[in-house]
Structure formats: structure tokens, C-alpha cells
């Protein structure tokens, strides 16, 4: 990012910049490692509020040619506020590097948490309560025209109560006019539409919320195979194969969200109301505030 015009916000004082905001945080412990920078846990000094603090470096932006990208993920998920999503509170930068602040998800990443997990899968009622959450989230994003298209369990944190949060919008758009062309994503999580080079919009979150479901249950995702090509040819011919100990409702829902029409797949509203969801799913944080 160039020189422009840095902002930062403590938070909830988005649009303030402190004097001096690199002071203004006290990096405690480095959190994480990341392809183009790190992430620390940091004290914001006035509140003593525990953050995220991500840093990327300039140099390393521009040698993967993802400025662009960056900006518009600062742009997109600053301006979001639901409990299932991660906070952006606000950035600065100096010469060479970028800091983000986000809220900190002390829980860590659910790849790690579902990897840890007997089989690698997590149980029924877990699943659901994590689906339905991502659910609650997007239908929160698509209602700001904001497709996500890289939902993946390493985009995935927990929060301090186990509550999920998308905590990555790097390939996310704002798509008013609700249809793209743009190949992006991660190979066992794209819709058939984007492998065909079609055109695509919101319904391919769908699409990606099934894959998870499917890949929360057994611990592997639907189409994974060795060869990247006959990962696209199974996700062409939407060819899935269900193991034994998928329950029928889960099959069903699975079956709902992974076909190969955008618009044919089941709705975010759907998903909420489907037998397993309500079956098994706890309440999410999105459902106690809207009954608070």
C-alpha cells in the first residue's frame, strides 16, 4: 500500500488516529505466521483491550501482487459488524509494513480444532451449530452485497465462548450487481460455475457451506483427490460419495446445497429451517441477540 492516507481505530473508536498508533499497542506475544507477514496479540494501551495484531510487509505484498486484494479486504470486512464475523477494527502503516487490528479469537483456527478431533470430524451437534452460524453470517454478508467466495475451516476462527468467526475476506467482493467472472478460491471448495469459468454470484457461498458441512462431518471435503484435475472433474459432475455414518438428514441438506445450478441450491434461509439444523444445531450468538 502506498503512502495515502493511513487510518486507525481503537476499539470502538473506529476513524480516530492516534498520535502515535504504532505506540499506542503493545505487542505482548507473536500469535501466528501467515505467507505474508505475522499475527501478535497486543494490548491497546488507553483501554487495555486485547486485539490481534497482523502484520504484513510491504515488499512481500508486492512480490505476490496482492495490494489490490488487500485493500479491499480492509475495505469490505471494516465496514461488517456481526457476532459470526471478525472484527476489523482499523489499520496503519509505516514505511514497510501494514498492521491490521482485529478482534482476537482466542479459540484459534477451527482447522486445527477440527484435525484434532477423532476421525478429524466433528460431531452432529457441533457441526450444526457451526453451519448454522456460517449461515446466519452470510445472510448477514449477501445482505450487504458481499460474497465471501473462500469459505474454508482455515478462514474459520473461535472465538473465547467456541463461537465461530470468518476471520478472512481476501478474496471477498462487493457485488452490488451480484454477478462476477473472477476464478478465485481455494480448488475443493469452488462451485462448478467458477471451474467452467461461468458467471457467478452470491449462491456460489452456497455451494462452499455445503463442502464444509460435508467436510465437518467426515473430515476430509467431498471432492478431494490427489490430482487437481480430477478434483475439478468430480466438482463438475457434482460426484460425492456418502460414507455410512452420515445420518439421512445430513445427507439431505448436503444433497440441497452441493448442486451444480446456483440458483436451484437451498437458500441461507432454508439451510436455517432444515430437519438437522433444527434438530441439532445450539443457539448461535446471532439467535440470542435477536431474542435479547
Request: some cysteine; proline content about 7%; aromatic content about 8%.
Given at each position: 500500500?502506498?503512502?495515502?492516507?493511513?487510518?486507525?481505530?481503537?476499539?470502538?473508536?473506529?476513524?480516530?488516529?492516534?498520535?502515535?498508533?504504532?505506540?499506542?499497542?503493545?505487542?505482548?506475544?507473536?500469535?501466528?505466521?501467515?505467507?505474508?507477514?505475522?499475527?501478535?496479540?497486543?494490548?491497546?494501551?488507553?483501554?487495555?483491550?486485547?486485539?490481534?495484531?497482523?502484520?504484513?510487509?510491504?515488499?512481500?505484498?508486492?512480490?505476490?501482487?496482492?495490494?489490490?486484494?488487500?485493500?479491499?479486504?480492509?475495505?469490505?470486512?471494516?465496514?461488517?459488524?456481526?457476532?459470526?464475523?471478525?472484527?476489523?477494527?482499523?489499520?496503519?502503516h509505516d514505511a514497510n509494513r501494514v498492521f491490521?487490528?482485529?478482534?482476537?479469537a482466542a479459540r484459534g483456527e477451527l482447522y486445527?480444532?477440527?484435525?484434532?478431533?477423532?476421525?478429524?470430524?466433528?460431531?452432529?451437534?457441533?457441526?450444526?451449530?457451526?453451519?448454522?452460524?456460517?449461515?446466519?453470517?452470510?445472510?448477514?454478508?449477501?445482505?450487504?452485497?458481499?460474497?465471501?467466495?473462500?469459505?474454508?475451516?482455515?478462514?474459520?476462527?473461535?472465538?473465547?465462548?467456541?463461537?465461530?468467526?470468518?476471520?478472512?475476506?481476501?478474496?471477498?467482493?462487493?457485488?452490488?450487481?451480484?454477478?462476477?467472472?473472477?476464478?478465485?478460491?481455494?480448488?475443493?471448495?469452488?462451485?462448478?460455475?467458477?471451474?467452467?469459468?461461468?458467471?457467478?454470484?452470491?449462491?456460489?457461498?452456497?455451494?462452499?457451506?455445503?463442502?464444509?458441512?460435508?467436510?465437518?462431518?467426515?473430515?476430509?471435503?467431498?471432492?478431494?483427490?490427489?490430482?487437481?484435475?480430477?478434483?475439478?472433474?468430480?466438482?463438475?459432475?457434482?460426484?460425492?460419495?456418502?460414507?455410512?455414518?452420515?445420518?439421512?438428514?445430513?445427507?439431505?441438506?448436503?444433497?440441497?446445497?452441493?448442486?451444480?445450478?446456483?440458483?436451484?441450491?437451498?437458500?441461507?434461509?432454508?439451510?436455517?429451517?432444515?430437519?438437522?439444523?433444527?434438530?441439532?444445531?445450539?443457539?448461535?450468538?446471532?439467535?440470542?441477540?435477536?431474542?435479547?
Amino acid at each position: 500500500m502506498g503512502p495515502g492516507d493511513p487510518r486507525a481505530a481503537a476499539p470502538g473508536k473506529e476513524n480516530r488516529a492516534p498520535a502515535s498508533t504504532a505506540a499506542a499497542a503493545a505487542a505482548a506475544a507473536a500469535a501466528g505466521r501467515g505467507k505474508f507477514g505475522n499475527v501478535y496479540l497486543a494490548r491497546e494501551k488507553a483501554s487495555c483491550y486485547i486485539v490481534a495484531l497482523k502484520v504484513l510487509y510491504k515488499a512481500q505484498l508486492c512480490k505476490g501482487n496482492v495490494e489490490h486484494q488487500l485493500r479491499r479486504e480492509i475495505e469490505i470486512q471494516s465496514h461488517l459488524r456481526h457476532p459470526n464475523i471478525l472484527r476489523l477494527f482499523g489499520y496503519f502503516h509505516d514505511a514497510n509494513r501494514v498492521f491490521l487490528i482485529l478482534e482476537y479469537a482466542a479459540r484459534g483456527e477451527l482447522y486445527k480444532e477440527l484435525h484434532r478431533q477423532p476421525g478429524s470430524r466433528f460431531p452432529e451437534d457441533r457441526s450444526a451449530t457451526y453451519i448454522a452460524s456460517l449461515a446466519h453470517a452470510l445472510a448477514y454478508c449477501h445482505s450487504k452485497s458481499v460474497i465471501h467466495r473462500d469459505l474454508k475451516p482455515e478462514n474459520l476462527l473461535l472465538g473465547l465462548r467456541g463461537e465461530l468467526k470468518i476471520a478472512d475476506f481476501g478474496w471477498s467482493v462487493h457485488s452490488p450487481a451480484n454477478r462476477r467472472h473472477t476464478l478465485c478460491g481455494t480448488p475443493d471448495y469452488l462451485p462448478p460455475e467458477m471451474i467452467e469459468g461461468r458467471e457467478h454470484d452470491h449462491t456460489l457461498d452456497l455451494w462452499s457451506l455445503g463442502v464444509l458441512t460435508y467436510e465437518f462431518l467426515c473430515g476430509v471435503p467431498p471432492f478431494d483427490c490427489e490430482e487437481l484435475s480430477d478434483t475439478y472433474r468430480r466438482i463438475r459432475k457434482v460426484q460425492v460419495t456418502y460414507p455410512p455414518h452420515l445420518s439421512e438428514d445430513a445427507v439431505d441438506l448436503i444433497r440441497r446445497l452441493l448442486v451444480k445450478e446456483g440458483k436451484a441450491r437451498l437458500p441461507l434461509a432454508g439451510v436455517l429451517r432444515h430437519p438437522w439444523i433444527v434438530k441439532h444445531a445450539g443457539p448461535t450468538l446471532a439467535t440470542q441477540r435477536s431474542l435479547g
